[in-house]
């Protein structure tokens, strides 16, 4: 089942659900992929990508969703781009929503329980 609370979104290929999730580690793999060191960075080079660009981050969000597949497994997958785009797309906006949402209490800024409590 995908939990959208945990940075999940998923798409259907051939009758099979393929769950994506944003993890650390993916993202670290991602930003490895494209040689970059920041977010900055990799929002830029993901400006202007390739088709082989779309199967990397798409198997890496795969991969931290427990599907075990490489980027030319993407690339087999019978589905169309639009849905894999898309996918990817919703997978960046659900964490980057709950990260918005969550504020600076989340990061134990000012004002949250552990700062005012120390």
């Known amino acids: 089942m995908t939990n959208p609370l945990r940075g ?3 798409f259907l290929a051939a009758g099979e659900k393929f769950v994506m999730r944003l993890t650390l580690g993916a993202l ?4 490895a992929a494209f040689n970059v060191a920041s977010l900055s960075d990799l929002a830029a080079r993901l400006k202007s990508f390739a ?4 199967a990397t981050v798409a198997a890496a969000l795969l991969r931290a969703g427990g599907h ?8 087999k997958l019978p589905v169309d781009l639009a849905t894999i785009v898309q996918a990817i797309a919703d997978v960046f906006a659900l964490v980057n929503r ?4 969550a504020g600076p209490l989340a990061a134990g800024g000012k004002g ?3 700062a005012s409590a120390a």
Do not use: K, R
């Not at 670290?28 to 930003?31: F, H, P, Q, R, S």
């Not at 709950?98 to 949402?101: D, F, H, K, R, S």
């Open 8 to 10: 999940e979104t998923s």
């Open 28 to 31: 670290a793999e991602i930003e």
């Open 51 to 54: 088709t082989s660009d779309i």
């Open 68 to 75: 075990d597949v490489t980027a030319n497994d993407v690339l």
């Open 98 to 101: 709950e990260a918005n949402e």
């Open 112 to 114: 949250s329980p552990s």
